[in-house]
């Protein structure tokens, strides 16, 4: 791994313009620096300097779609191979969350709910946590992490990281109340009234979208976002059919067959695949395979029934074959879609959605309630870690400024944190 990290980070050009960084990364990680640190062996400051761009920076360098990201924008991927940032970041992040000791700023005497604990609410929390913020943070799930506990597999994202974070959290003084559901005993109107200042709203998209075919209600039907919480909690045979060919299908279809499964496919409707390359090659090498120009029509208890496409010359689809196609499968798992749950609009005056039931925020990430602010999936609908930071980092910009506080630059929320230099226990 070292030699490998060094031969990367020796490879980089270190560009007066850094596409990678201001074209490939949606939080403007500081990539040539953050190199440049590295091969200095200022380790403890290439890893400040991550932490306070992005604190999730130890989980987007495992999870991010990196080659159409930073390194799909590296000059050197033009002619040959792009630099692997992604190797250099998870040694560096990973690196300081080791070492870094935490210290407590002093209280600025405001108080702020966070609801939801995935990237989103994680990256609020600290943010303000370090600027002076008495946090609270309500989690309706026993675990913090959201999608990083209960939506991305252990065998991709390590769960003692998302501990960690747990860990740095508490240190900083951020009070956590897990298994509480607002919008069920507790309301949002319930924490304004408790004397909040503000609210941070990022609880993601954990509804499964129905399909609106027939046997969706079967007993051997699943949703991919209920399906990853728990493999361990459901037995879905020998044949698994997926439906879908996002990042979320591709989760289930290796999960599955760690579970137990000898053949697992995923189903696309047309030749197009929205998960990352990487995504699909590891779910190849798994042993998964994908089928293409497969419409879902109806689900029985033999397994899905698909339409077949007929596909044109420029490989779009331009019609279907009469017969029907009646695969066999033990379980279908339902992988194509999801929304956020609908609890806080239906008990919160005020908060409206859209049409696609996301939270409407205006440029400030404010919600159509005054002091609610909301980022992330259940504003954007289901993208990458990457995207919830960079909009809860302006949230929590937007938070601050709203409570009357100074927005300071990152290095100096980092400084006040960790102390001028992160040192080793």
């Known amino acids: 791994m070292a030699i490998h990290i060094i031969e990367e980070a020796d490879r980089c050009l270190n560009c007066k313009r850094p596409l990678c960084q201001l074209r490939g990364c949606p939080v403007a990680t500081h990539i040539p620096e953050v190199i440049s640190l590295f091969k200095e062996r200022r380790l403890e400051e290439a890893g400040a300097l991550l932490f306070g761009n992005n604190p999730m920076s130890a989980v987007c360098a495992i999870v991010c779609n990196h080659s159409k990201q930073c390194e799909g924008a590296c000059v050197r991927g033009c002619k040959g191979t792009p630099v692997h940032f992604s190797s250099i970041e998870s040694?560096?992040?990973?690196?300081?969350?080791?070492?870094?000791?935490?210290?407590?700023?002093?209280?600025?005497?405001?108080?702020?709910?966070?609801?939801?604990?995935?990237?989103?609410?994680?990256?609020?929390?600290?943010?303000?946590?370090?600027?002076?913020?008495?946090?609270?943070?309500?989690?309706?799930?026993?675990?913090?992490?959201?999608?990083?506990?209960?939506?991305?597999?252990?065998?991709?994202?390590?769960?003692?990281?998302?501990?960690?974070?747990?860990?740095?959290?508490?240190?900083?003084?951020?009070?956590?109340?897990?298994?509480?559901?607002?919008?069920?005993?507790?309301?949002?109107?319930?924490?304004?009234?408790?004397?909040?200042?503000?609210i941070f709203v990022g609880?993601?998209?954990?509804?499964?979208?129905?399909?609106?075919?027939?046997?969706?209600?079967?007993?051997?039907?699943?949703?991919?976002?209920?399906?990853?919480?728990?493999?361990?909690?459901?037995?879905?045979?020998?044949?698994?059919?997926?439906?879908?060919?996002g990042n979320v299908a591709m989760d289930v279809a290796r999960s599955a067959i760690r579970e137990g499964a000898c053949e697992v496919t995923l189903y696309a409707r047309s030749r197009h695949v929205s998960?990352?390359?990487?995504?699909?090659?590891?779910?190849?090498?798994?042993?998964?395979?994908?089928?293409?120009?497969?419409?879902?029509?109806?689900?029985?208890?033999?397994?899905?029934?698909?339409?077949?496409?007929?596909?044109?010359?420029?490989?779009?689809?331009?019609?279907?074959?009469?017969?029907?196609?009646?695969?066999?499968?033990?379980?279908?798992?339902?992988?194509?879609s999801q929304a956020p749950k609908d609890k806080l609009v239906l008990t919160t005056s005020g908060l409206e959605p859209n049409e696609r039931g996301l939270l409407v925020v205006d440029d400030a990430y404010q919600t159509t309630v005054p002091g609610i602010f909301a980022a992330g999936d259940v504003v954007t609908g289901a993208k990458t870690v990457v995207h919830a930071v960079a909009g809860a980092k302006e949230a929590a910009d937007a938070m601050l400024a709203y409570m009357g506080l100074a927005v300071n630059e990152d290095a100096a929320a980092e400084e006040r944190t960790t102390g001028e230099k992160v040192t080793a226990r």
Request: aromatic share 8%; hydrophobic share 40%; charged share 25%.
């Open 91 to 198: 040694y560096i992040s990973g690196t300081y969350l080791d070492r870094m000791v935490v210290k407590r700023p002093e209280p600025n005497g405001r108080r702020v709910a966070v609801v939801g604990s995935g990237p989103a609410g994680i990256t609020v929390a600290l943010r303000l946590a370090q600027r002076g913020c008495a946090v609270t943070i309500f989690e309706q799930r026993t675990e913090i992490g959201g999608v990083l506990e209960y939506g991305i597999p252990d065998f991709r994202l390590p769960r003692q990281l998302v501990q960690k974070y747990r860990s740095i959290l508490c240190a900083l003084g951020v009070r956590v109340r897990p298994s509480t559901t607002i919008g069920g005993a507790l309301r949002l109107d319930d924490l304004l009234a408790d004397g909040y200042d503000s």
């Open 203 to 245: 609880t993601g998209t954990w509804r499964a979208k129905k399909l609106g075919i027939p046997g969706e209600s079967r007993g051997n039907v699943i949703y991919g976002i209920d399906y990853l919480v728990n493999p361990q909690s459901f037995a879905v045979g020998e044949r698994v059919a997926v439906i879908g060919v």
């Open 275 to 336: 998960a990352s390359s990487d995504e699909i090659e590891y779910a190849e090498l798994d042993g998964a395979q994908i089928v293409y120009g497969k419409a879902i029509e109806a689900i029985d208890e033999n397994g899905p029934v698909f339409k077949t496409a007929i596909f044109g010359e420029e490989g779009k689809v331009t019609g279907y074959e009469d017969a029907l196609d009646h695969v066999a499968a033990d379980t279908v798992v339902i992988a194509a």
